[in-house]
């Protein structure tokens, strides 16, 4: 069992309180995923050639500051960083592979967590309350957020093993359910040169995604062919850089309830975690059907 | 009238006041306030009460119910009425998967629409749906009827025994051992009388009638590759 929460903001105004609004998203679904949780945030943007990625030390008071002093030696690009908790949010100005090539190289034991314009995926061990404090969720800003609370069945309890998952540019993944061809899967994946960090069967969906979204599938496309590569369980909540997806199995065993309004379109596994949303009693509130894909996105930002 | 706020109560206290006051029955009435999609309200009511859940229940809304009536303003998550033995539950809203599941009987009146496995396994019950249901409904539906006045999934009624399922709408397929049937006077005026009950301005007549083509209930080797 895992929860899933999404919130896509169609009003900009409420930008400012995004991870107000979300935070109570989150923890209502601590019962369904208490062994951790993540979220992946949209907002603040980068600039053209530049990017942004999320990086998680795996070791207790790793010593950013020294990496990033080395990684502006290797590199002669301007940057820009801070630090939440035991991860950093890295901006520079410089292709995203020469980037991941110098971090492979200073800081083999660092994670990756995400890349992109504008995501950030922060992800962690503990109840969802702990991890919201440990980030600082509530006070977060951006136009959209996915999250996912985790009570894990296929794989260890860790830092790397909790969700989102990362699927590319700005795009990243969470998973209800379990799939029961991951391993076969992976070995597939890895001959195409798709890495994975665990034995985590939702990395594996992930990285199928990846794979068929670097084969110049649209995202549509890439998760209508999931519906058939993936043998398993699943209620999949996508972040995109300009909105949000959902599909389920076609057998639809994992639960998935949408609500809209004309502020925002939210997602979550059960309602309980919409009801402190404000205005959710006029909300139009409805049920995913299975095998369907949903997606809100914004046009494209200039 | 009894109102709990779940705001302030939990629900352990709605289900076991219920439990509690019911060998004296001073209260008939109760209302339960913000709801909040939480699960399990109501759940194993066992007296001649009624229940009026005021905004949207979670899972296993009135669960196991015998003899209370329940009315919830709102929608329902998993498992509505699951197990339901008598009485009457009544959803304004939709309701998710699995309403009423093996219930032996009552009735449940769903006024939106139902999501997958509406019905399965049921055993007695009576269910109306206004809207339309999703796939697998009635799979191995032993006794009861369901009502549908929308369009019904994939694999209506698969390995079907005695339920008797009305459809209005379109039906996406029938499972298997599942068939479409004449609709003789007896079953137009059991529709007409349980579309009545459930208040719906519907014409019996307006229904197509599903059943059990009986050819699954014992094994037969021909048969074997409809399991």
Request: hydrophobic fraction near 40%; charged fraction near 20%; charge should be negative.
């Amino acid at each position: 069992m895992c929860g899933i929460v999404g919130l896509y903001l169609k009003n900009p105004a409420l930008e400012s309180q995004l991870g107000k609004l979300f935070e109570p998203m989150l923890e209502a679904m601590t019962d369904r995923g208490p062994d951790s949780a993540g979220f992946a945030l949209y907002g603040d943007e980068v600039g053209d050639g530049w990017v942004k990625l999320t990086l998680q030390a795996t070791t207790e008071n790793y010593d950013f500051k020294a990496l990033i002093a080395a990684l502006e030696s290797k590199i002669a690009a301007p940057l820009d960083w801070f630090q939440n908790a035991s991860a950093i949010v890295l901006k520079i100005k410089a292709e995203e592979a020469v980037v991941r090539a110098a971090l492979g190289e200073l800081a083999p034991t660092v994670r990756i967590m995400s890349a992109g314009k504008s995501i950030e995926i922060l992800k962690g061990m503990g109840l969802p309350k702990e991890i919201s404090k440990r980030f600082g969720l509530g006070s977060m800003t951006g136009s959209h957020i996915i999250g996912h609370t985790r009570m894990a069945t296929e794989s260890a309890v860790t830092m790397e093993g909790s969700h989102p998952f990362s699927t590319g540019a700005d795009l990243c993944l969470v998973h209800n359910g379990s799939l029961s061809n991951h391993f076969r899967l992976r070995q597939e994946l890895r001959r195409e040169g798709i890495n994975f960090d665990t034995e985590n069967d939702t990395e594996v969906a992930a990285g199928y995604l990846a794979w068929r979204l670097q084969q110049g599938d649209s995202l549509k496309t890439a998760l209508d062919s999931s519906l058939q590569a993936l043998d398993g369980f699943f209620t999949f909540a996508i972040g995109t850089r300009n909105g949000f997806a959902v599909i389920r199995d076609p057998i639809a065993c994992k639960p998935a309830i949408l609500a809209e309004t004309d502020d925002y379109v939210a997602m979550a596994s059960e309602y309980q975690a919409l009801s402190s949303l404000p205005g959710i009693e006029k909300a139009k509130v409805w049920e995913p059907v299975p095998a369907t894909l949903y997606i809100w996105e914004r046009g494209a930002r200039t | 009238m009894k109102t709990i706020d779940l705001s302030t109560a939990s629900v352990r206290d709605l289900n076991q006041a219920l439990h509690d006051q019911v060998k004296n029955l001073e209260e008939r009435e109760w209302v339960v306030t913000h709801p909040n999609g939480a699960h399990n309200l109501a759940v194993g009511v066992n007296e001649a009460v009624s229940v009026d859940i005021q905004g949207h229940a979670g899972y296993y809304c009135a669960g196991m119910n015998q003899k209370a009536s329940v009315t919830v303003h709102g929608n329902v998550g998993v498992g509505c009425a699951e197990n339901m033995m008598s009485g009457y539950v009544r959803v304004k809203g939709s309701a998710s998967q699995a309403a009423g599941a093996t219930a032996h009987g009552g009735l449940l009146v769903i006024e939106g629409d139902a999501g997958a496995r509406c019905g399965i396994s049921m055993k007695g019950i009576d269910i109306v749906v206004g809207g339309s249901i999703g796939h697998m409904s009635c799979f191995m539906g032993q006794a009861g009827r369901l009502v549908v006045c929308g369009d019904a999934g994939d694999a209506l009624g698969d390995s079907l025994y005695e339920t008797r399922i009305y459809v209005k709408g379109k039906v996406e397929s029938l499972g298997s051992d599942c068939i479409a049937k004449e609709m003789r006077a007896e079953h137009l005026e059991e529709l007409q009388e349980l579309l009545n009950r459930a208040g719906f301005n519907e014409k019996a007549s307006d229904f197509k009638r599903y059943g059990s083509a009986r050819q699954l209930y014992n094994f037969k080797v021909d048969n074997a590759s409809a399991y």
